[in-house]
C-alpha cells in the first residue's frame, strides 16, 4: 500500500567512526541514493534535506537531526528517507524507540533504502524481525570502532604524541605537526611569572589579581583571541577574570616540565559521552617530549608548597618566610608564627601548634630572628660543604682506576675473594668430616651455619663494594643536576622564600637552641659526602644544638 502526500526529507549522517567505509557512506553517496530512490518512487514529495557532517551515531543530540524532529511535529515533514539504518543511528536501544514507538506515535513513515524497509509497507513479518537484528548489529560495529580508536589513542598517547584538541595555556601545537607541542612565548612568560611569585610566597588568590591588575587575558579568553574555536563549557562574563582555580590548574602541571601527560580522563563508553576522572597511577606520563618552561626542581618546590597550610596575615600579600616548613620536635605538628611586644619592643616567635590550642606538648619557644639566622649559616655550610665534596670527587674521576678509592675497593675485593674460597673449603671439610665419623651430624650443624653466616656476610659486603665501585666508575652518585640547585645560592646573603623553599625540606624545633634541618636530597648529600670522605650530618640533633649555641 503506498500513501500520498508524503512530505519527505532526506537524512544523512557521517562520522569518523564510519572508518573504512568514508568513501561509501560520504554525504555525497547518500544524496544521490536518496535522490534516485525519489525519482524511482512517486508520492513522495521532497521538502528538505539534513545533514549531520561529522557527527556520532551513538547519540541523537545532533543538530539537523534534532532540526528534522522539531519539523516533524509542526507538520512539516511526516517521511523520512535514509541511505540505511545506521545512517539514522547506531544506538539500540534508542533506534528501536524511534522506530518503533516516536515516528510511528508521531505519525511519521520511514523508509531505509538499502535496508529495504518501508514502515507503510505491508512486507512480510521476517522483515519486522530482521530490523532490530540489523540494529543489534550496528550498535556492536559502533562498539567494536570505539574500542579501536581507542586503543590507537593509547599508542599514541604512550608514545608520547600529544592528542588533544588544544594545547594547555603556555603550548600551542607545532603547524608542521598537530601532535607536537611547542613554546607559546607570551603565555609561556606568564607561566613562569605564576611559578615565581607561588616561591615568592604569594598564594593563588594574590596571584590572581597581579594578573588582572595586569590585563592578562584568563587562558580560555587567551585561546579565543588567539582565533582558536575554544570552549570550555562555560564563560565568565563580558569581563573574564583569571581565579584561583585556573592557578591551581597552572601551578599542578606537569606538562610544563617537559613530561606529557595525558589519559586524565576517560569517556564512559561509547555511548555516554561524559568523562570521568583516571585514578593518577593510570595516567600515561612520558618524559622529554617537548621543550620545558619549567625546572623540574622548581616545579617540584612548588608542589611541596600546595601541600602547606600556608594561610596569609591580613596586612601581607605574601606567606611568611618560614610557613609550612616548621615543625615541633616533639609531635611533629606545625610551628606557628606569634607576634608579642615587651617594653615597647616586638619580638616574634614560633612555638609549637597543638601547645597553643591546648592540647598537650609544648611551647618550644624558638625566637624567629634568631631562627633565620641559624638556618641561613646552616644553608652557608651545607653549600661549603657540597662544594668541597664536588671538587674532591672531581678530582677522584679525573686518577686513574689503579689509585685512590678504586684501588682501595679492588683490594678489598680480592681480600673477600679469597674468603669466600676459604668458607666454602672449610664447609666442604667439615662435610667430609661428618662422613669420616671425625665429628657427629650435631657437631657439623654447628660448623657449616657459623661459616655458611660469614660466606653469606662476605658475599653480602663484595656486592656492597662491586656496587659503589660501579657507582664511582660511572658517577652515579654525584655531580647531579640538583647540585646545581644548591650551588647558585653560595653566596647567599640573606634567606628568601623562594631559597628556603628550594632547599630546605623541613626544620625541625626540639628547643631554642636546639633544630634539625632537613634538606632535600639529604640522603643523596650524605652519600656524595661519604664518597668523599667528609662527615656531615645536618639532621642530627646534638650538631644542630652546637649550631645554636
Known amino acids: 500500500m503506498r500513501l500520498s502526500g508524503n512530505r519527505t526529507a ?34 513522495l514529495d521532497f521538502v528538505d534535506e539534513y545533514v549531520d557532517d561529522g557527527y556520532s551515531g551513538t547519540s541523537y543530540e545532533r543538530p539537523a537531526f534534532q532540526r528534522l524532529l522539531k519539523d516533524v511535529k509542526s507538520g512539516k515533514i511526516n ?56 540494529n543489534l548489529i550496528n550498535d556492536a560495529y559502533c562498539r567494536d570502532i570505539s574500542t579501536k580508536i581507542r586503543s590507537q589513542l593509547d599508542v599514541k598517547r604512550r608514545n608520547g604524541k600529544f592528542i588533544g584538541s588544544f594545547a594547555c595555556y603556555g603550548y600551542q601545537k607545532d603547524p608542521r605537526d598537530v601532535n607536537r607541542l611547542v613554546i607559546d612565548p607570551y603565555a ?26 595586569m590585563g592578562v587575558l584568563p587562558p580560555a579568553e587567551y585561546k579565543r583571541s588567539k582565533g582558536l574555536n575554544y570552549d570550555c563549557g562555560y564563560r565568565t562574563g563580558m569581563n573574564p577574570k583569571w581565579e584561583v582555580v585556573s592557578i591551581n590548574r597552572i601551578l599542578t602541571n606537569e606538562m610544563y616540565t617537559g613530561t606529557m601527560v595525558q589519559g586524565i580522563n576517560r569517556k564512559i563508553n561509547y555511548r555516554i559521552k561524559q568523562s570521568r ?12 617530549t617537548h621543550e620545558r618552561i619549567i625546572e623540574k626542581s622548581v616545579f617540584d618546590a612548588v608542589q611541596r608548597l600546595l601541600e602547606f597550610d600556608t594561610r596569609t596575615a591580613p596586612e601581607r600579600r605574601q606567606v611568611y618566610l618560614f610557613s609550612g616548613l616548621v615543625v615541633c620536635g616533639d609531635c611533629g605538628q606545625n610551628m606557628v608564627r606569634r607576634r608579642v ?3 615597647g619592643k616586638k619580638y616574634t616567635y614560633y612555638h609549637c601548634s597543638r601547645y597553643k590550642n591546648g592540647y598537650g606538648c609544648s611551647a618550644h619557644l624558638i625566637n624567629a630572628d634568631k631562627l633565620e639566622m641559624l638556618v641561613l649559616e646552616a644553608v652557608r655550610t651545607q653549600i661549603m660543604m657540597l662544594l668541597k665534596a664536588e671538587n674532591i670527587l672531581k678530582k677522584i674521576d679525573r686518577i686513574p682506576e689503579e689509585q685512590t678509592v678504586i684501588k682501595m675497593i679492588n683490594h678489598q675485593l680480592e681480600e673477600l675473594d679469597i674468603a669466600i674460597e676459604r668458607y666454602r673449603n672449610l664447609k666442604t671439610q667439615a662435610y667430609t668430616d661428618m662422613l669420616d665419623e671425625v665429628i657427629t651430624k650435631d657437631e657439623f650443624k654447628d660448623i657449616n651455619q657459623k661459616f655458611s653466616e660469614r660466606l653469606n656476610a662476605a658475599k653480602t659486603q663484595k656486592m656492597a663494594l662491586l656496587d659503589n ?7 652515579q652518585t654525584h655531580l647531579k643536576p640538583w647540585v646545581e640547585d644548591f650551588k647558585k645560592y653560595q653566596n647567599i646573603e640573606k634567606l628568601e ?10 626544620i625541625i624545633i626540639y628547643g631554642k637552641n636546639e633544630i634539625s634541618i632537613r634538606f632535600h636530597y639529604q640522603d643523596e648529600m650524605q652519600e656524595m659526602f661519604a664518597l668523599a670522605g667528609l662527615s656531615s650530618d645536618k639532621t642530627d640533633r646534638r650538631e644542630a644544638s652546637q649550631c645554636g649555641s
Not at 567512526?17 to 541514493?33: A, F, H, P, V, Y
Request: charged share 30%; proline share 2%.
Open 10 to 43: 532526506g537524512y544523512m549522517r557521517l562520522s569518523r567512526e564510519d572508518g573504512d567505509k568514508l568513501e561509501s557512506d560520504s554525504i555525497k553517496n547518500q544524496r544521490e541514493l536518496i535522490k534516485e530512490y525519489l525519482a524511482q518512487h512517486s508520492g
Open 79 to 134: 517521511c523520512i528517507i535514509v541511505k540505511d539504518l545506521s545512517r539514522l543511528g547506531r544506538n539500540y536501544i534508542e533506534t528501536g524507540r524511534y522506530l518503533e514507538k516516536i515516528f510511528p506515535f508521531l505519525g511519521v513513515r520511514f523508509i531505509s533504502i538499502l535496508d529495504h524497509y518501508d514502515s507503510a509497507s505491508d512486507g512480510n513479518e521476517a522483515d519486522q524481525i530482521i530490523v532490530p537484528f540489523k
Open 188 to 213: 609561556a612568560d606568564i607561566v613562569r611569572m605564576v611559578f615565581r611569585m607561588k616561591l615568592e610566597g604569594c598564594n593563588s588568590q594574590r596571584i590572581a589579581e597581579k594578573l588582572n591588575e
Open 277 to 288: 576522572a583516571v585514578p593518577k597511577e593510570e595516567w600515561i606520563r612520558v618524559e622529554n
Open 341 to 343: 611586644t615587651r617594653g
Open 469 to 475: 665501585k660501579h657507582r664511582l666508575l660511572k658517577n
Open 497 to 506: 622564600r623562594s631559597i628556603a623553599v628550594a632547599l630546605i625540606d623541613s
